[in-house]
């Protein structure tokens, strides 16, 4: 399938990305909409969507790359409240994501969005190194 011309470009930067990974799952692709799952290092598992959503408009003609916190579950409200209190904490642009998916599991991620136009490989390895920084600030925190 191909993607549509807003996200040809990032489409071919996210797949000569993934092609670094340990480990990459396809979990779907349509023309406006991919989603892969990955495991790039020991960092762990993360996701890369290309989006361009016309009814979401956060997400028009974007990229968002995420890593999978290693934190335990929110199970009070002092966890949240101090979750929330390191989250504030965050560089620019990057945030604190639930990706379950519709199951009964709700993982915590690092995600940052960027244009889809801004996407190259180069530009995916910076955002990723990001995301590190915050995983482990978090997970440290």
Request: hydrophobic share 50%; with cysteine; proline share 10%.
């Amino acid at each position: 399938m191909t993607p549509i011309p807003a996200l040809q470009a990032a489409h071919a930067a996210a797949q000569t990305w993934l092609a670094k990974c340990q480990r990459v799952d396809p979990l779907f692709g349509e023309p406006a909409d991919w989603l892969w799952a990955f495991r790039r290092d020991a960092l762990g598992d993360g996701l890369l969507e290309l989006s361009d959503a016309p009814d979401r408009p956060a997400e028009r003609a974007t990229l968002a790359l995420s890593v999978a916190l290693d934190l335990p579950p929110v199970q009070t409200p002092d966890d949240a409240h101090a979750l929330l209190a390191a989250a504030a904490e965050l560089p620019p642009g990057v945030t604190l994501a639930e990706q379950g998916f519709a199951t009964d599991d709700h993982p915590l991620f690092v995600l940052a969005r960027v244009p889809a136009a801004d996407v190259t490989p180069d530009a995916l390895d910076a955002l990723y190194a990001r995301l590190a920084k915050a995983k482990h600030f978090l997970e440290d925190a």
